[in-house]
T-cell receptor, first 116, second 113 residues
Framework: GDSVTQMEGPVTLSEEAFLTINCTYT??????LFWYVQYPGEGLQLLLK?????DKGSNKGFEATYRKETTSFHLEKGSVQVSDSAVYFC???????????????FGRGTSLIVHP | NAGVTQTPKFRVLKTGQSMTLLCAQD?????MYWYRQDPGMGLRLIHY???????AKGEVPDGYNVSRLKKQNFLLGLESAAPSQTSVYFC????????????FGNGTRLTVT
């Protein structure tokens, strides 16, 4: 079945450092890929998405490129801020082997802590 | 435009008690989902619905029931709460296409003593 693997956290960085959170996936079909962010005490919210190979999703200084050849969708940001401290989830949407509904598959989440 | 609204925000139950969590969305989404989030476990899908009047089991459905009588509402019921059901519960909705993102509520924190 489909699966998403994210790097274990927490990731701890100083402000203005470069961020990479790795995400790899396995999918039966040709999935759409997503990154969600969860701030403390809130639900997840969409950060960015990409729907086909070589697409780059971007939002709020974060970027991720859909790499079909390496089945990866790594999240990057050039200069993190304290306000970026949150949990980040990689996810995919695929019809799956059964050809049924598009039910998302989530990674386990990576906690990011940014110190001043 | 409220998005996805969950009620209640917090609840404490004793073992064996029952309760219903309500989720409402105002985005005319077809798909609705219930997840639970536990430390180190990520999000786990409990039940989902692909349209009014439909429900389906997710990854961890045991001990829960759901109903989708109206398109905008998705109810999650616990008939006899157990301490293992202590968790944060999230409702989400989407249009159900392959590129449709999920929209989440802010969660219900449930403690079962």
């Amino acid at each position: 079945g489909d699966s998403v693997t994210q790097m274990e956290g927490p990731v701890t960085l100083s402000e203005e450092a470069f961020l990479t959170i790795n995400c790899t996936y396995t999918a039966t079909g040709y999935p759409s890929l997503f990154w969600y962010v969860q701030y403390p005490g809130e639900g997840l919210q969409l950060l960015l998405k990409a729907t086909k190979a070589d697409d780059k999703g971007s939002n709020k200084g974060f970027e991720a490129t859909y790499r079909k050849e390496t089945t990866s969708f790594h999240l990057e940001k050039g200069s993190v801020q304290v306000s970026d401290s949150a949990v980040y989830f990689c996810a995919l949407s695929d019809r799956g082997a059964s050809g049924g509904s598009y039910i998302p598959t989530f990674g386990r989440g990576t906690s990011l802590i940014v110190h001043p | 435009n409220a998005g996805v609204t969950q009620t209640p925000k917090f609840r404490v139950l004793k073992t064996g008690q029952s309760m219903t969590l309500l989720c409402a969305q105002d985005m005319n989404h077809e798909y609705m989902y219930w997840y639970r989030q536990d430390p180190g476990m990520g999000l786990r899908l409990i039940h989902y619905s692909v349209g009014e009047g439909t429900t389906a089991k997710g990854e961890v459905p045991d001990g829960y029931n759901v109903s989708r009588l109206k398109k905008q509402n998705f109810l999650l019921g616990l008939e006899s709460a157990a301490p293992s059901q202590t968790s944060v519960y999230f409702c989400a909705s989407s249009f159900g296409f392959i590129n449709s993102p999920l929209h989440f509520g802010n969660g219900t924190r449930l403690t079962v003593t």
